[in-house]
């Protein structure tokens, strides 16, 4: 039972362009959410983070936005560099405090010089 | 570099062995994530444990079982190979439990089951 969902398997981005990434959840009651992005070959690293008392975090290029009544997040790097071509997850932390996380399927995004 | 280490990278085997994945977290973390991510999925929640306590259950099979050391590393044994079992496996760590804590990754370890 899938507790995050990443409709898009791949985006092709232009360099330069606004890369969009999305993520839709089933529990209202989630207080956190998070991206990770990935690399070949490497583990999963920490990229950006929102709390559900906001609608929006940013840093630097990325940032995420949080539609609680449509349980929907997103993800916004700009301008996308091709060095942002990874395979990006989003994920919520277990509501019994155990910190585990959920993660959804991931969205590979490809930006093309 | 996480600070994380898992060893080995890459592991070859049969169906119906058994093997041991091996995860180092990072200096200072007492809590430690096991996760599968099989061909086209998200990663799966295995197993947690804290101080050497196992901490939280996910979807882990009865042929998985994994074990806190008192120096903090980690075990994630896998018997009864099966070819579905062919994936990569992911340690992270993490400081504490409870409030959310930022979880650190390993470079995985690929579990190839012929």
């Known amino acids: 039972d899938q507790q995050v969902k990443q409709n898009s398997p791949s985006l092709s981005v232009q360099e330069g362009r606004i890369s969009i990434l999305n993520c839709d959840y089933t529990n209202s009651m989630f207080d956190y959410f998070l991206w990770y992005k990935k690399y070949p070959a490497e583990g999963p690293t920490f990229l950006i983070s929102i709390s559900s008392i906001k609608d929006k975090n940013e840093d630097g290029r990325f940032t995420v936005f949080l539609n609680k009544s449509a349980k929907h997040l997103s993800l916004h790097i700009v301008p996308s560099q091709p060095g942002d071509s990874a395979v990006y997850f989003c994920?919520?932390?277990?509501?019994?405090?155990?910190?585990?996380?959920?993660f959804g399927t991931g969205t590979r995004l490809t930006v093309i010089p | 570099d996480s600070g994380v280490t898992q060893t080995p990278k890459h592991l070859i085997t049969a169906t119906g062995q058994r093997v041991t994945l091996r995860c180092s977290p990072r200096s200072g973390d007492l809590s430690v994530y096991w996760y599968q991510q099989s061909l086209d999925q998200g990663l799966q929640f295995l197993i947690q444990y804290y101080n050497g306590e196992e901490r939280a259950k996910g979807n882990i099979l009865e042929r998985f079982s994994a074990q806190q050391f008192p120096d903090l590393h980690s075990e994630l044994n896998l018997s009864s190979l099966e070819l579905g079992d062919s994936a990569l496996y992911f340690c992270?760590?993490?400081?504490?439990?409870?409030?959310?804590?930022?979880?650190?990754f390993g470079p995985g370890t690929r579990l190839t089951v012929l």
């Open positions: 994920a919520v932390p277990d509501q019994t405090g155990a910190n585990n996380l959920f």
């Open positions: 992270a760590s993490s400081v504490a439990v409870g409030e959310y804590n930022e979880q650190f």
